[in-house]
Structures are given as C-alpha cells and as structure tokens.
C-alpha cells in the first residue's frame, strides 16, 4: 500500500514558475514509477509525465513538453514536478499517480493517487 500526498500548488501569474512534490509512504519507493496527472474543470483527466523507478526515463505529454520536469529523490520517496512558464491553460487539479508495474501514460494502469492539488494559473 502507497499513500501519496502532493503539495506545492497555489495561485500564480501567467509565465511563473511552481514546484509541485509528493511524498510518498513505505519503504519501496523506488520500486514504484511516478507519474503526474491533471484535470481542469469540465475536462478529463489527462497526463502530463511520468518517471521509471530509478529515474532514468521520462516522459512527457506534448502540451507540456520543454517547460515541465520531472523528477524524484528516492531518499526523501519524494517525486517533483517542476512547471516553469506557467499558461492559464495549466490551470486545474494535479494529481500523483504510482504503479508497481510497468510505467507510462495510462491513467488505469497507475494503482495509487494523491488527493490533488489546486494549480491557477492567472492571465
């Protein structure tokens, strides 16, 4: 069992940057590829990265490619998601997601979630 808390999240201006983390619970972190959904309002859920277990590979979701990064620290069973030149489009709830299995875009296939966190992003 993995439990996921984001924080990080808040009101911003258009063109600022955030740093959104999530601290995960247990002893098997690294077992565990990462990744970061959102939801604006009205709108499905949609991925926006994803980390390997060890950090060596990411991906990402086109919308967001060159100004988001993600990362993690294994040690602090901590993920990040760093979001630089912030649009009022990235407005919505974010979310980490972890899975034992495999990695990637799939909202299914991740086991465990955060309970969001609130991202504006102001015009």
């Known amino acids: 069992q993995v439990q996921l808390v984001e924080s990080g999240g808040g009101l911003v201006q258009a063109g600022d940057s955030l740093r959104l983390s999530c601290a995960a619970s247990?002893?098997?972190?690294?077992?565990?590829?990462m990744g970061w959904f959102r939801q604006a309002p009205g709108k499905e859920r949609e991925f926006v990265a994803a980390?390997?277990?060890?950090?060596?590979?990411?991906s990402y979701a086109d919308s967001v490619k060159g100004r988001f990064t993600i990362s993690r620290d294994n040690a602090k069973n901590t993920v990040y998601l760093q979001m630089n030149s912030l649009k009022p489009e990235d407005t919505a709830v974010y979310y980490c997601?972890?899975?034992?299995?495999?990695?990637?875009?799939?909202?299914?296939?991740?086991?465990?979630w955060g309970q969001g966190t609130q991202v504006t992003v102001s015009s």
């Open positions: 247990g002893r098997t972190f690294s077992s565990y590829s």
């Open positions: 980390i390997t277990g060890l950090g060596r590979t990411t």
């Open positions: 997601a972890a899975r034992l299995k495999g990695w990637g875009s799939t909202e299914t296939e991740y086991d465990y």
